[in-house]
């Protein structure tokens, strides 16, 4: 490729944004070309995050600043829910395409948008409808095609990812009962993003594990509606634990076909075989969140509790990366025709 | 009490052993008479454990040392498996109560307990059969009347209290289909105990989550067997998280009645009325593995999946606490006619 | 004592009140009379530190409320700077014995308030300078006889505390130049209390350890202030580090004589033998802040550099206790002639 | 190049030698040909670190095995102590450069390495004396016009390097007395490599800091033999705290001039003028060992303490990288006349 791919990254100093920067500093095909945050606008991105110096020394700029509202070729809205909604029809206009991290496009009717904002208690209306239809789930390993065609892509929750990546082979080969399922969810603190609350204060976090919002979670949504067109409930439960970086997923479904893990292996390779960054692994595999910390992989640990006919799939993922600014490139890479695995093709830091 | 129950410890050098040695120095109404380990004898206990000193620099004699030999009220065995069967019964010959920690004593018949050593690839041969029914499995909350009436209990294992404490009053009032339980559990690196090992060396665990052991559990026996009478199966997955001390178990069961979440609460308080180290407490409970840090309690947070038909349990102790010695503790006080929360009425540190 | 001794804690809602909240709870000859914060009023203090539910579930009170009007026996003011200073006059005219956290009262002429004040950039006003020379500072193990004949008692910080109980010895002993002494001290996180801060959000403090404010610090004053008699001066640098709890402050001085390391532990020793939270210890001692950890001990690792002609001193506390509420408790003890480890003989929980 | 460099790595299974791999990996113009350990020959290296599967999925041979006999362009020694002074000798034979971690070639003479070696209590019979004085000591900064004619390095410590670049600059331009300089360093558990150890078992660590060895280092020679030419004396403080990477050393000299932090900024800053890895940093700087993970600089925060007429300097190195293998490639880099950061110029992850 002669030129560039020009990037701007809305929301530039979360912890998204930065996950975005650091891998588009490193990609051999795209370069960023501005930055875009609500706060700390004037400050150089290095200033908030001094390990960037000399590598990204950029100004931020607030969101209508002028010198921002040009073309770009992909923008990334790093964002809350409604920041997207209301931003992307006017880049889209330009000819961008746009990546969009929130809950605003993971749904591509209107109806399942409202469900999710009406289970979440959030306001129903969407700001751009229009475009609903248009937009793809961007998950690579099952929707790589409509990605590639697409030019706007809802980016997946992470801890969505990491129950999407474990369930679907199991779903799409009808191993399991797809009522019932089980989504027992581990997360590492930087799930919650950069904002200090008193219940990450190191003190108050350093031997602590808690559930949390036990009622319900907007990734309940995002799991039952995106599976292949099954019909799909799942109980989810979050927790967060004493890591940085990191969601381990333990998955249970009621098995409805007498398999082995062996037959299950099987099933979930085949499934996975043009995914480069989904890793099957058989039960006595020695993995855990720093296997993949760093990285945009996915481990899938598959075993078969015969006694109680349960299906277990263990998935692993850092939640920084396959569960939000990895994936994002990789559907950058899968929509401008690059490589997947351009800019992500890095064993992780170790120890 | 004019005099003070006398404590022998074997395998004191270990979390387990440490864990009663604190608990019993600050008892009113015990004492400790002696202290036995198979390394460090010779030496202090403050020698091994350095914030002991002048609490407690008593000389760790070897299990067959002359000095060991007398008749003590309470033997505590804070031993692997196979070695409480083999010694206790001598000091229940001369007189003493005995608690021990293994799965020695943790099954009441030799059926029972050869199944768990099977299943576990132990020797499922066990040493002394005759005491077999004679002993109590040592969780006070559901075996308080036959621990008061016992000279030896089989302290249960810490995994295993977690799970059944949550499970018990759901199985009693028939309110979960007793087959296909799910325990998901997480524990703190200190309930594998004292010994240094590759995958707890600290960098190597200072951010990795992992499921271990999948194909199978001693807890899974443990769980199953203990059960108000009742047929149980579980699938059961063990995961190692870094902190120092905590378990949190999060449990699925199939809902067999409509039931509310306040229904259930009820059921659980009402269970435990008489329990006062359990506390049950709404979806809403903000609590974690620091609110039982360093105590007795175990803290039972329930909540209903009206959508999937589940019931989800979260069940939250100290590993090295309610778990180990604190219970083991509790057991001591039960079988002395002594206030069961004696020497175990205080909140935790906190942060 | 027949009749407890009745303490009114102010600032109970933060890490410095909770401490002497969970230290009165254990006293045998003290008890909570009224809790006082700025935050939280209303609530209990269970609810917002649910590890105290059913130990202490006593309401919160603004100060200026009737119903903390009375007359107690001991008032804690765990309040910032100029709290102190304003509301201890009123408490000492009904009769309490005031115990100040602040530095509001660790100096005792208005010139060395002043000095501290105008290096720290504060108002140099002392709202009650008439008090100033009838406060005592409170470290007993070098103020013993004054502290147990004063009603006004300001408690030393937690650096301070380590350094000077570090370097009193040797400075009394004239062993060391007292000009340009180093102080490398380095705390736990919840040396900075219990808001939550960017600094201290969990993803940005685990792997970090920073050094900060190096252009001076309040602890300069203190230490320098606080040797007896001597003209004194520090170089002092604060580091922060990923645990909860813990100072090791290490400690360097230029040696005026030919001293061995045997002569410094005598030395040391003599100067503590009247102190029982002093453990002095040779330079082989392996020991570090898990040693103090949840206890009112301070421990001091001595040791000559014959090379360099250094005396280097390891000093080890728990920021929480010997360095904020246990020191208080500690000094209460003396105030009120009983003994000085009256509710604080225990050992700290390991691990 | 047209060719790569191609590179044996000896020791591979440590983190030296991982750290080694994994930047290899990255290195446009090397490659790995040949792993080398003493434990693990026969499996893959994929297999110890699973992080690495599909990355490199290289065979481990046992030091004899013929297949590794061949000529490397270079042969990495992350090694202990005496191995490489065993078989560089025959590796520099066949043509190799040679970059050796342990002690073996850090000094340039043979009286040098045995004051180090009788310091230390270790043999002090050299097995290669005749190589002493061909070697260089591997510090670029310092060293960098010999290290590009040299056939063999001895990379430098991970604290010496700490110390020696934060204290070269202010003794070349004679700021401080060179005599009873202060070292006061601390490290992540990671510096005392792979080996799981009773002092790093998680529990034992999460909540500890310590110093040890206060009698004496290795560390110590290193840092006083090799300033430039100066007779100089430093008492060295070894720490370890609960992270995985990372060393600070805060470094205190007398100053024998009037100079402000301005003067010493710029001295500074002109030192290291043509060394892009280290970056000077004002007394204000909010800078930590985050700011460095995963990279190869080295942070120098400098500050003058006019009262006591101090020179502070705060250095801050990833002891796995500047502190190991970042520097051992970037000495690869000056020997092969490479630019020095090639394969090294690279943000860090964060958080």
Request: proline share 5%.
């Amino acid at each position: 490729m002669n030129q560039k791919i020009k990037a701007k990254v809305v929301g530039a100093t979360g912890y998204g944004g930065l996950g975005i920067i650091d891998l588009l500093l490193r990609h051999p095909c795209a370069e960023i070309s501005a930055l875009v945050a609500r706060e700390d606008a004037g400050k150089r991105i290095s200033d908030v995050y001094p390990h960037l110096a000399g590598f990204c020394d950029m100004p931020i700029h607030a969101a209508d600043d002028p010198a921002v509202q040009g073309k770009y070729d992909v923008v990334f809205f790093s964002t809350p829910d409604r920041v997207g909604m209301a931003d992307a029809k006017a880049e889209l206009a330009k000819g961008a395409k746009v990546i969009d991290y929130s809950g605003d496009f993971r749904f591509t009717t209107l109806a399942a948008y409202q469900d999710y904002a009406t289970r979440l208690g959030k306001d129903p209306q969407h700001l751009s409808p229009e475009l609903l239809g248009t937009n793809v789930y961007g998950m690579p390993e099952l929707h790589r095609a409509e990605i590639a065609r697409a030019n706007l892509v809802g980016n997946p929750g992470c801890f969505a990812t990491s129950c999407i990546l474990g369930l679907a082979p199991a779903l799409k080969a009808h191993l399991v009962n797809p009522h019932g399922l089980v989504c027992d969810c581990k997360s590492g603190v930087s799930g919650a993003g950069k904002k200090a609350k008193p219940q990450f204060h190191y003190p108050e976090r350093c031997e602590q594990i808690n559930a949390y919002r036990l009622s319900g979670h907007q990734h309940v949504c995002e799991v039952e509606r995106l599976q292949a067109g099954q019909d799909v409930t799942v109980v989810f439960t979050a927790q967060v634990l004493p890591i940085s970086r990191g969601i381990l997923s333990t998955l249970y479904g009621d098995l409805t076909q007498d398999v082995t893990e062996a037959d299950v292996l099987d099933i979930y390779r085949k499934f996975y075989a043009e995914s480069g960054f989904v890793r099957v692994l058989p039960s006595t595999a020695a993995v855990g969140t720093m296997s993949v910390r760093g990285t945009n992989f996915c481990d899938i640990v598959v075993s078969v509790d015969a006694r109680t006919r349960k299906l277990r799939i263990v998935s692993i993922i850092d939640n920084l990366m396959k569960g939000q600014a990895g994936q994002a490139l990789q559907n950058m890479n899968v929509m401008f025709g690059l490589p997947e695995n351009t800019g992500l093709n890095q064993p992780g830091m170790y120890p």
